[in-house]
């Protein structure tokens, strides 16, 4: 953190990474002020890149990149190996369900190639079942240790090649083009960007701007704190909207947004670069502002709460509470998280970057590793009961299956305030004559019904499957698990004849994430002539009410479009679901088919 003109310790950049720290953080777990969050991450890219060249740019004659190597792994490498190894025996211990692919992850975090292992088997960073992998956060370490291995070779070659700095700083803002223009070209709007969010080449270019930026600033005068009025309310109105920037994009800015990826990440890295030239200037309004002491704790100890906040979140939050998570889970989350990151500082970080390790390893590393264990079983214990008694909760309200059951006499969605659950018993109780009701109603609807009926969508569209076709018998049902709106889109060339005013398609898309107004437009687009029926989702995922929305105003805009509302009624039965609260058991599929029957109707 040493200014390139003035070698002074900049503490307002302790400040800038709490604030991208915070951000990250309220993202992973999913609180509405932080949409945009993930940004966060683009802080600590540009602030990487510029620390990193303005340290080999103040001393580029006696710089060794082996002992800069050095330096880096003893920094990085115990606090992360600790983590991945109390992560892997937390996982062998309790969460059995994750062993599957977890092996993989590991190694890959070990050797610092996590973002390509799942650039390659496809593994979403926005959206996730189940419990996500407790380390896919470390995609982000792997991108920066892949840079520092091979920027400082780069950069002491294009010194030599160069000769001088500013033909050298044009160079690398070349680079950073390149790299931006390559996320863009990538980018594919019908489709899940993690692909040009993991990758280093992607993401090449906000490092790179933070290189640009040190070398910048090694071509200007050292900065004086001498200057006039009309430069320091200058230097105030550009710190304020450049930090304003910053704060507006994490709060209103999401990751489904095109513009990011066509510039806009590009962009931020701009301001970003900004916003540290403003909190370096001593006569800067920032560098104050940001040096409180609160902010530089967090900021000093970002590492170690990067680390351990996400395999803590994984870990200890219920399946079904991904998304939606407990006020008070999420406090004891964060508690824990910055007890052990400050364990962690004090007797991991510090020593060994001081080389003080034998005066604390002798006597403090058995138990450090205790106290992480402990707390960590803890979690995992609670975790289990709480788990294991909101389960039985739910499971006292699911009646036995009736397999000789038909659709036909299926209370239908309407009508189940009439119906009485007892928690110890398992016998539904349908008054008589809404049931025939109800069945007069059904007879009436398959006589009035469309002469072809499309439906398309995901694992729910899987789970009604049986029942829709019990419904109907001239229906063509397409579901697919994991679907994605963006490759629905592409599956319309494949039911062009189901584009008549006479036919209905079903659209059940949204359980695995959100999408773009472009993407559903397309899909919607593609049935223009038909009748379609949206349903919107019941999911407890941070993407739900973007979903909904979205589905919501496509029904208004379009004159052949009806919104079937499952997430009204479905978000007032928990146990319509199977214990991850997304998918639907045997009483959730046929209240979803009868909604879906009572709409549609010519």
Known sequence: MNSINNHRYITGLDGLRALAIISVVFYHFTFSLAKGGFLGVDIFFVLSGYLVTSKILLSPETFKIQTFWKNRLRRILP?????????????????????????????????YTTNWWFIFHKISYFDSFGS?????????????????????????????????????????????????????????????????????????FELLIGCFLATVL?????ITKKISIKQKNRLKLISIISFSIFILSVIFIDEYNSFLYRGGLFLFSLNTALLITCICHPKGILGPILSWR???WIGTRSYGIYLWHYPIMVLSTPIYEIGNPSCLRVFFQLAITCIIAELSYRFIEMPIR?????????????????VIMIIFITI??????????????????????????????????????????????????????ISNENNEKTLLTEIETYKEILAIGDSIM???????????NNITIDGKIGRQMSEAVTLADKYTEFNTSDKAVIIELGTNGAFTNKQIDELLDSFSQAHIFLINTRVPRSWESKVNDTLKEKAKERENVTLIDWYSIASKHPEYFEPDGVHLNSKGSEALTNLINENLRP
């Open 462 to 472: 899987l789970d009604i499957t049986s029942n829709l076709n019990e419904k109907y």
């Open 354 to 370: 001081n080389w003080e390790v034998k005066k604390y390893y002798n006597s403090l590393a058995i138990t450090i590793l205790s």
């Open 132 to 204: 996500p992998s407790p380390l896919k956060h470390l995609w982000f370490l792997a991108v920066q240790e892949q840079f520092y291995i091979l920027w400082p070779l780069i950069l002491i070659i294009g010194l030599k090649i160069t000769k001088k700095i500013n033909k050298l700083s044009i160079t690398i803002f070349i680079g950073t083009l390149l790299s931006a223009t390559l996320m863009g070209i990538l980018y594919n709007p019908t489709a899940d960007p993690s692909r040009i969010y993991y990758g280093t080449d992607t993401r090449a």
């Open 218 to 222: 090694a071509n200007k005068k050292p």
């Open 79 to 111: 606090s992360a190996y600790l983590m991945i190894i109390v992560t892997v025996l937390w996982v062998i211990l309790f969460n059995h369900n994750l062993l599957t692919n977890f092996l993989g992850d590991a190694i890959s975090s070990i050797l």
């Open 380 to 433: 995992g214990i609670t975790s289990i009961i709480k788990t294991n008694v909101n389960l039985d909760k739910v499971e006292a309200y699911l009646p036995k299956k009736d397999t000789t059951q038909t659709s036909e006499t299926k209370p239908s969605n309407e009508n189940y305030n009439e119906i009485e659950i007892n928690p110890n018993k398992t016998d539904i109780k349908i008054d008589n004559s």
């Open 294 to 296: 609160p902010l530089r």
